[in-house]
């Protein structure tokens, strides 16, 4: 049973930092793309940012601001967010897509998603 537990949201005021950590149970996911994306009420799951092979992509919105790096030894992925703005305000989910080569940026294309944890940004 594969399993991705997520953990470190919480409150911030605008312009400080939070990291967000996604680790995985049950599997290793090595040749996987795992991805963050995040949602508000009555949107669709945005797209934030992907690990894929030791190469990382973001959204234009999060661009120069969040950072998502890998310990692979922990199998765990990790969604640094610095310079946080209220509009960044969300749930964020981890997610992976395993056995890709492919770096994918649509919600629907993944196969495991955390529980989602609560980012809100305070202006």
């Known amino acids: 049973q594969v399993q991705l537990v997520e953990s470190g949201g919480g409150l911030v005021q605008s312009g400080g930092s939070l990291e967000l950590s996604c680790a995985s149970t049950?599997?290793?996911?090595?040749?996987?793309?795992m991805a963050w994306f995040r949602q508000t009420p009555g949107k669709e799951r945005e797209f934030v940012g992907a690990w894929r092979a030791g190469s990382t992509y973001y959204a234009d919105s999060v661009k120069g601001r969040f950072t998502i790096s890998r310990d692979i030894a922990k199998n765990t992925v990790y969604l640094q967010m610095n310079s946080l703005k209220p509009e960044d305000t969300a749930v964020y989910y981890c997610?992976?897509?395993?056995?890709?080569?492919?770096?994918?940026?649509?919600?629907?294309?993944?196969?495991?998603w955390g529980q989602g944890t609560q980012v809100t940004v305070s202006s």
């Open positions: 997610a992976a897509k395993t056995a890709t080569t492919a770096v994918l940026t649509t919600a629907r294309d993944y196969d495991y």
């Open positions: 049950g599997r290793t996911f090595s040749s996987s793309c």
